[in-house]
């Protein structure tokens, strides 16, 4: 079959990879000129590292299998970072159930709640119960209302904005059932798992080809090839078309009517600093802010999981938000951005200055994160779509994950199982 992939993303490479291996013939087509999608990386000290924030849990066993199989499995190593809260103007260690447990504040009564709520949703298999719940209205009455306002509340506000009240429980419990504490991470980072599939792909006769961003995508009937359109002008015939770009992108390349079920699920967008310094700014690997006033919602400082030398003896933080797309932390120019964020990064470290920067990057994304509430699967489109040729396999679809680099591969794995392609 001569297969087409939109997207060298997680779930563009995986179906390539699996497809090609398959004797098919693959051309993937990506937008921008690097590898990754949402995983891609820059560089610091010559090393690859992810332009926003990437670890893999134990739990994540189609990547690791991945990795496996790439020959990659020795370079895969796990950690166990730390975790704290800044809330009320001082960190808080947040990293152990002990830690959990003791949160300033809490009553023995409070603690008690919290842990058995968290209890709960670790026990429970399958997430679908939580459907038609809103998080924060289960954990007001599971929780209780001083750890629900405590720390519950400020993360989904400082993620979904004023769209917290709806985001669905089973989103929530998907991030806590499905977590570990150990995380892992690739030596030379997951630059090299993107980079072994592009080999491997290239290597057996497939194609990955950069800068074809698509304008359309149009197929004259069920026996007609699908036929994509580049915004270069270049155009590709091919008897099966996977496309793993966000749902909106795909609306618009499609042309599909306004009141199609592939337009309805919402996206924020995510933007998100690497700043290069020459010492430690916090103790933590992952801090969230949990402090309305905030700007941005975490500060995660990889260097606390790997060590700085890999980095030429860099210190690297992330500062990372989830926002829509009109918000003025999206639109404003990075340098006036990264200005407004320093007085809030001394509120966390009174030391820090902004001396201590010695290179940043800042990466944005338009279609970062699905807004995911109540009915949000019940507007999931499905794999197939108007054209008989044409497949989605987009993050939209990992339901109540989302998103994230396993349950990508995962999904692709099991699309392109679906259509014959493995």
């Known amino acids: 079959m001569n297969l087409g992939i939109i997207g060298a993303g997680a779930t563009g490479l995986t179906a390539a990879w699996d497809a090609v291996r398959a004797g098919h013939q693959v051309t993937l087509l990506e937008a921008a000129g690097e590898l990754g999608g949402l995983a891609a990386s820059l560089e610091v000290g010559g090393v690859p590292l992810e332009r926003y924030y990437h670890h893999i849990f134990r739990s994540d066993k189609a990547m690791i299998s991945l990795i496996g199989e790439l020959g990659l499995s020795d370079a895969l190593r796990f950690h166990r970072p730390t975790t704290g809260i800044y809330r009320d103007g001082r960190l808080i260690d947040f990293t152990t159930p002990l830690d959990m447990l003791r949160f300033p504040g809490?009553?023995?009564?409070?603690?008690?709640?919290?842990?058995?709520?968290?209890?709960?949703?670790?026990?429970?298999?399958?997430?679908?119960?939580?459907?038609?719940?809103?998080?924060?209205?289960?954990?007001?009455?599971?929780a209780g209302r001083r750890a629900t306002e405590a720390i519950w509340e400020p993360l989904l506000r400082?993620?979904?904005?004023?769209?917290?009240?709806?985001?669905?429980?089973?989103?929530?419990?998907?991030?806590?059932?499905?977590r570990t504490f150990e995380l892992g991470y690739v030596d030379g980072g997951f630059e090299r798992v993107y980079a072994a599939l592009r080999d491997g792909i290239e290597e057996r006769g497939g194609k990955v080809e950069f800068g074809k961003a698509v304008k359309s995508i149009r197929q004259a009937d069920d026996a007609a090839p699908a036929v994509v359109t580049c915004a270069d002008d270049s155009r590709y015939s091919f008897d099966r078309l996977i496309v793993t770009t966000p749902q909106p992108a795909f609306a618009r390349a499609a042309g599909l009517p306004a009141d199609d079920a592939?337009?309805?699920?919402?996206?924020?967008?995510?933007?998100?600093?690497?700043?290069?310094?020459?010492?430690?700014?916090?103790?933590?690997?992952?801090?969230?802010?949990?402090?309305?006033?905030?700007?941005?919602?975490?500060?995660?400082?990889?260097?606390?999981?790997?060590?700085?030398?890999?980095?030429?003896?860099?210190?690297?933080?992330?500062?990372?938000?989830?926002?829509?797309?009109?918000?003025?932390?999206?639109?404003?120019?990075?340098?006036?951005?990264?200005?407004?964020?320093?007085?809030?990064?001394?509120?966390v470290n009174p030391d820090f200055d902004a001396s201590w920067i010695k290179n940043w990057h800042f990466s944005k994304a338009g279609f970062a994160q699905p807004v995911v509430t109540p009915e949000y699967r019940s507007l999931i489109p499905g794999h197939e779509t108007p054209m008989s040729r044409v497949t989605l396999a987009t993050m939209a679809q990992i339901y109540p994950q989302d998103r994230g680099q396993s349950y990508s591969v995962e999904m692709s794995r099991r699309v392109t199982a679906s259509l014959g392609l493995r």
């Not at 058995?116 to 289960?138: F, M, P």
Request: aromatic share 16%; glycine share 6%; hydrophobic share 40%.
């Open 106 to 142: 809490f009553s023995p009564l409070d603690a008690v709640r919290f842990a058995g709520s968290s209890a709960v949703l670790k026990a429970v298999r399958g997430g679908e119960r939580y459907n038609d719940l809103t998080a924060l209205a289960w954990l007001r009455r599971r």
């Open 158 to 178: 400082g993620k979904f904005g004023d769209r917290a009240e709806q985001v669905s429980m089973a989103w929530l419990w998907a991030r806590i059932h499905c």
């Open 262 to 347: 592939v337009w309805k699920n919402q996206y924020l967008g995510a933007t998100c600093f690497v700043l290069e310094l020459d010492r430690s700014v916090i103790p933590y690997y992952w801090l969230n802010i949990n402090e309305p006033d905030f700007p941005f919602l975490a500060v995660v400082e990889h260097t606390r999981m790997i060590d700085p030398s890999v980095y030429g003896g860099r210190h690297i933080l992330y500062v990372g938000n989830y926002v829509e797309r009109e918000d003025w932390r999206f639109t404003t120019e990075p340098e006036e951005l990264l200005t407004a964020f320093l007085p809030y990064l001394r509120r």
